[in-house]
């Protein structure tokens, strides 16, 4: 008979707590993909459907699963029921006994439970009470309400009646300014019935003291629950290698301490440093030679601080891995879906590793969604994914109740024990630009929150504020986390109250969030003249791909402005900035497919900008991390990789800029170019810059080059090189300037200029010629052009991505890009390409082609 065991519950159904008939339940899921899938509610994605669904948020739901249990799991003296999350509000009864009241989605519950199992016909029934109606009276009783800028209370009919910030869920089920309002109600993680006896294993810490190449000094801190006591014995087992540790076992719940020693570890790094390696540490506890209990945790070892130290620009803000300094690239992710439980592995490994692919090294999990999955953070550490993890408090201020607070910090604990042993995990933070709203030590700053309150209820608000950020959230990481650095918001300047005091707004020190560009309209430029030491938000909105739209809007609704657009465009005032940047940067598109395409160009040319000057500024500056990684649903927002997993024009932009090695242009003055190499790699290069000069027929009109040491941060190969020198009297509007890097001979980068905007380019009607083939490696297509294509766009059917795409396509430089499929074994059906000329309006000159021509090769010998 096994000793330790588990099984999931299965066979759920839910009903509407006032109706009798039952349905089938998904477990993990939620009310709203319940009754999707049950047919009772349309695709609450599709149209303005969102608007009808809000009711369900007003109901209670029940679910129930009736289960038997395996003969030698039932026999084990130890049984308990396991939640690893409930959303909400919950009441629990197994067997019509009543066992657990439960009121926050981010906790795990465990409650034993073997009194009240039969061997069959268990029942387990779980009764959620409206999230909306339990946070209504809380409301009532605070007497005032607390600021929640992002929770679209009107969208639920509550006009301006905020709860959200009573209710520990995730924050987006109210409503952001990219997502919808679907306020959840469900069994959102496993449920499961555990079972033991004598003695089992709760949880594992690996204490990384001192790591390095040499050696790696650790503990584990390894939890036992007993109901036996006795001589004991621990084995820890990684690799090659075995420790031991003798115990006596003692009936309750004991913590053991094993500390070890590991000779040249090999480290984890993160990706573009080194290899990700991981090492699985296997724990055995027995008693007299007979096995109770085993449990694995696998981690990495290695160092990540938070530097944060007086330097010569001011106080550092940077992450140090293993000693490395290392310049963040990233983004903020969000979760990946308003019903958090569609998320498969297989989405959630689609987007680390455009991560990875994408060359960045850090994601932020930002303060508005959900401590994530396992699976989310098991992926980060493969691929080398350093993590920024907020706790789930973003753009509110919170009540400071003592059941609020206790709750908090169990979710906390909960939270921050089971993310521990992840070497990705680099920083706990407090909350989303919570601090920098309420601005508590500069009266002008902030949005405009504090002064709505009385001097004492502003006090009150701002105790509980530190209550939680200052003093609980940081206790919980000092207690279980102690080795990962401790934030208290994003961005904040300093962590200690005495410089917030006199150094509120210098860019100098702590993390930033620049939306000058974006939400006041400044011009692209300002990402150079905006710098922080850490850059941890900026952002552009677009639109996804016209066959993202059609998911969500009918040919006749295809219009910026129509009712269904506008639902898929959370920002207000999002699309009138799109149109005005559009107007500055971009020309004309003709139709709205034409309009959607322009969109991503245009939201691609300003994040390059932001982030090849947030490199150009190392190390001044230490992290890019722009808004945002990927959307909860399909709609316009900031994302650079939409709903349904499809890179935008912005993700092949980021993964250029974000290369180790990058070329970079500025114009110092109109017509003077400077050109510059960034670095990232640890190696120490010797390579070759050469910079051209080309009409957009590909004539070539300069050519010069140069050998170059590359090193880190950057190096200035050219400065102040003359427009008439590099394109002698072609006009600026009609040419363009190549620079590429070479190392030994081989093009690691190739970057392009243009002397004006996007808007004043003369572009000529090309024809491209697309071939295609496969071979060992998979699917390549070859493209070459007779004059400038630009930002030429390849498609397919079926569902992948390419090594490049939406880039500029000249006569010298043909370009031969590789197709890569989630989906094992599909092929493209067919590879389209298109370019801006496509997508104008204006006529194009009468002597070239009114829009590009693309001869498919391949499909002509099949001819
Ligand atoms: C940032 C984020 C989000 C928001 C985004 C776009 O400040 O923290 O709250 O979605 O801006 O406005």
């Not at 009646?161 to 959102?188: C, E, M, N």
Request: some cysteine; glycine content about 6%; aromatic content about 12%.
């Amino acid at each position: 008979m096994r000793n330790d065991y588990s099984m999931n519950l299965e066979n759920w159904e839910f009903k509407l707590k006032q109706e009798d008939r039952w349905l089938p339940a998904h477990v993990p899921g939620c009310i709203h993909t319940d009754l999707w899938e049950n047919g009772v509610i349309p695709d609450p994605f599709y149209g303005t459907n969102e608007r009808n669904l809000q009711w369900i948020d007003k109901e209670d739901w029940e679910y129930k699963s009736v289960f038997d249990i395996p003969e030698d799991l039932f026999l084990l003296p130890q049984l308990e029921l396991v939640f690893d999350g409930l959303d909400t509000y919950a009441d629990i009864w197994l067997n019509g006994k009543f066992i657990l009241s439960v009121d926050n989605m981010f906790r795990e519950w465990r409650k034993d439970v073997k009194p009240w199992l039969k061997h069959q016909d268990n029942l387990l029934f779980i009764k959620f009470r409206s999230p909306i109606m339990e946070d209504l009276p809380k409301l009532k009783q605070l007497g005032y309400s607390l600021p929640a800028i992002n929770d679209q209370s009107e969208v639920g009919e509550l006009e301006d009646q905020k709860l959200s910030v009573f209710a520990r869920k995730a924050p987006y089920h109210y409503g952001w300014d990219w997502g919808p309002r679907f306020v959840t109600s469900g069994i959102w993680r496993n449920v499961r019935l555990e079972g033991w006896s004598e003695a089992v294993i709760s949880d594992i810490h690996i204490q990384q003291h001192e790591v390095s190449n040499q050696s790696a000094t650790l503990t584990a801190v390894i939890q036992v629950k007993s109901d036996t006591s006795g001589q004991g014995l621990i084995e820890l087992t990684t690799d090659n290698h075995a420790w031991s540790l003798e115990i006596a076992l003692e009936k309750g719940e004991q913590t053991y301490e094993l500390n070890f020693e590991m000779n040249e570890p090999k480290l984890w790094w993160c990706n573009g440093l080194g290899d990700p390696n991981l090492y699985q540490f296997h724990v055995e506890l027995s008693k007299n030679e007979i096995p109770l209990s085993h449990k694995t945790v696998k981690t990495g070892l290695r160092t990540i601080k938070l530097i944060t130290d007086p330097d010569a620009f001011g106080t550092s803000f940077y992450f140090e891995l293993n000693g490395v300094p290392v310049f963040a690239k990233g983004a903020n992710h969000i979760p990946n879906d308003s019903f958090i439980t569609r998320v498969t592995e297989e989405r959630y490994r689609q987007e680390i590793q455009s991560a990875a692919e994408s060359n960045m090294n850090m994601l932020r999990v930002w303060g508005g969604g959900v401590y994530e999955a396992d699976t989310f953070y098991n992926l980060c550490d493969e691929y080398g994914i350093m993590i920024w993890q907020d706790f789930m408090f973003a753009c509110s201020m919170y009540p400071g109740d003592q059941p609020f607070l206790d709750s908090v910090r169990l979710e906390a604990e909960d939270n921050v024990r089971r993310l521990r042993n992840h070497p990705c995990i680099a920083l706990w933070c407090g909350n989303n630009e919570i601090d920098m709203a309420w601005s508590h030590y500069d009266e002008a700053s902030g949005w405009g929150w504090k002064q709505k309150y009385s001097a004492e209820l502003r006090e009150k608000i701002w105790q509980d504020y530190v209550a939680l950020f200052h003093r609980i959230l940081p206790e919980v990481i000092q207690q279980l986390a102690p080795e990962i650095a401790y934030w208290p918001s994003s961005p904040l300047c300093s962590a200690s109250f005495d410089e917030q005091m006199h150094a509120r707004h210098t860019s100098t020190a702590g993390d930033v969030h620049y939306w000058g560009v974006w939400h006041t309209g400044a011009s692209f430029d300002s990402y150079r003249t905006h710098q922080a030491r850490f850059m941890s938000e900026y952002g552009f909105q677009s639109f996804p791909e016209y066959r993202t739209v059609q998911t969500y809007a009918s040919e006749k609704d295809m219009e910026l402005e129509s009712e269904v657009m506008l639902a898929h465009q959370r920002s207000g005032g999002g699309n009138q900035l799109i149109l005005t940047y559009m107007q500055q940067y971009m020309p004309e598109a003709k139709d709205m497919e034409s309009f959607l395409y322009m969109s991503q160009i245009l939201q691609a040319e300003a994040i390059q900008t932001a982030i090849e000057s947030h490199r150009s500024n190392k190390p001044f500056c230490m992290g890019s991390l722009y808004w945002q990684m990927n959307d909860c649903w399909p709609a316009a927002s900031w994302s650079g990789i939409d709903y349904y997993g499809r890179w935008k024009a912005l993700q092949y932009a980021v993964k250029r800029s974000f290369q180790d090695l990058r070329i970079v242009f500025e114009e110092s003055a109109p017509g003077k170019l400077d050109v510059r190499v960034l670095s990232d790699s640890v190696v120490h290069s010797k390579g070759e810059l050469i910079v051209e000069g080309y009409d957009f027929h590909g004539n070539l009109m300069s050519r010069i080059g140069t050998e170059v040491i590359i090193q880190q941060p950057s190096v200035n190969v050219y400065t102040a090189l003359l427009a008439a020198d590099l394109i002698g009297s072609v006009q600026p509007s009609k040419s363009v300037v190549i620079a590429k890097l070479l190392i030994n001979g081989e093009e690691v980068d190739r970057n392009i200029h243009y002397w004006v905007p996007t808007k004043d380019l003369d572009l000529p009607s090309p024809v491209v010629k697309l071939t295609q083939g496969q071979d060992e490696n998979g699917i390549w297509v070859r493209l070459e052009s007779d004059r400038l294509a630009k930002q030429v766009w390849l498609s397919s059917e079926s569902e992948g991505r390419f090594s490049d795409n939406y880039f500029d396509l000249l006569p010298a430089y043909p370009v031969t890009v590789r197709f890569s499929t989630d989906i094992p074994g599909s092929l493209p059906s067919k590879i389209t390409a298109h370019s801006m000329v496509d997508y104008l309006k204006i006529e194009r000159n009468e002597h070239s082609l009114p829009e590009g021509e693309y001869i498919d090769e391949r499909q002509q010998s099949f001819k």
